[in-house]
């Protein structure tokens, strides 16, 4: 890793980040909704009743066993299964079919989900976001695990954050995961520059500080929306409140 290249450009990731994971569920009890897991098993429950009798205890149980499936592909083998491929093994493993337009909908009621209940900001994200694009340049590198790159952009244009990123790599649309190199590869072929000028800010530290220093990049450990063992971190640095971000990324670049 070359610590000592200036910094170029600065990759976050998306859930635990920038926005709260599972924020949305509190306002959605509030609003007399059902947790998303539940929500999405009804769904289907729903759309497969509309044509044939099907048990629900049925298919939770084949939704359960494709959430493991898609995890072990997801933590193994660095793939994120769009929402739609797991519907499509759920549906086998229950022997169903559905016509395509009911499919089309019950994919995108899924995908919606968080953009019709919005899950919430981290704190403080918002303004170190916009100081920090005054010096360098932003990019998003983040797993897309229900919800689409297509509504994570959503997400951050609802926040008014969408236009300070100038480029983004999706698992559904790379066609892989953190730590896989090609979800950096994006990166640097889109902003003609290299992985050494690259600093990673993320959660997790799999995912966001080992993924990205076996590539050569730098890595900062954020631990505003949760800690997940940063005492054993090797993070290049550890950010636990927003507004010390642009003076950490600063200290990087020397």
């Not at 298919?59 to 499936?69: F, P, Q, R």
């Not at 010096?135 to 300070?164: F, H, M, N, Q, W």
Request: proline residues 5%; negative net charge.
């Amino acid at each position: 890793m070359a610590a000592a290249c200036p910094v170029k450009v600065l990759t976050f990731d998306i859930w635990d980040t920038i926005v709260i994971d599972d924020s949305d569920e509190p306002k959605r009890k509030a609003m007399g909704l059902p947790p998303k897991r539940v929500a999405r098993r009804d769904l289907l429950h729903e759309f497969l009743s509309r044509h044939e009798p099907v048990e629900r205890r049925l298919v939770d149980l084949a939704y359960d066993v494709t959430d493991a499936a898609f995890n072990k592909v997801w933590h193994d083998h660095f793939v994120t299964w769009t929402i739609g491929q797991r519907l499509k093994i759920t549906l086998s493993g229950l022997g169903r079919n559905l016509p395509d337009n009911d499919f089309a909908e019950l994919v995108r009621l899924h995908e919606q989900m968080e953009l019709d209940v919005r899950p919430s900001l981290v704190p403080g994200a918002d303004e170190a976001i916009q100081a920090l694009a005054k010096k360098y340049t932003l990019a998003i590198v983040s797993d897309a695990i229900v919800s689409p790159g297509r509504c994570l952009r959503e997400l951050l244009k609802g926040e008014g954050l969408l236009d300070y990123f100038k480029c983004f790599a999706f698992s559904d649309e790379v066609g892989w995961s953190k730590p896989a190199k090609p979800m950096f590869d994006c990166i640097t072929e889109s902003l003609g520059c290299s992985i050494e000028q690259i600093v990673h800010i993320g959660d997790r530290e799999h995912n966001d500080v080992g993924g990205p220093h076996a590539l050569g990049a730098r890595a900062i450990l954020l631990t505003v929306a949760k800690d997940r063992g940063s005492e054993t971190s090797k993070a290049d640095a550890i950010c636990r409140d927003y507004k010390d971000l642009p003076a950490l990324v600063d200290s990087l670049n020397g």
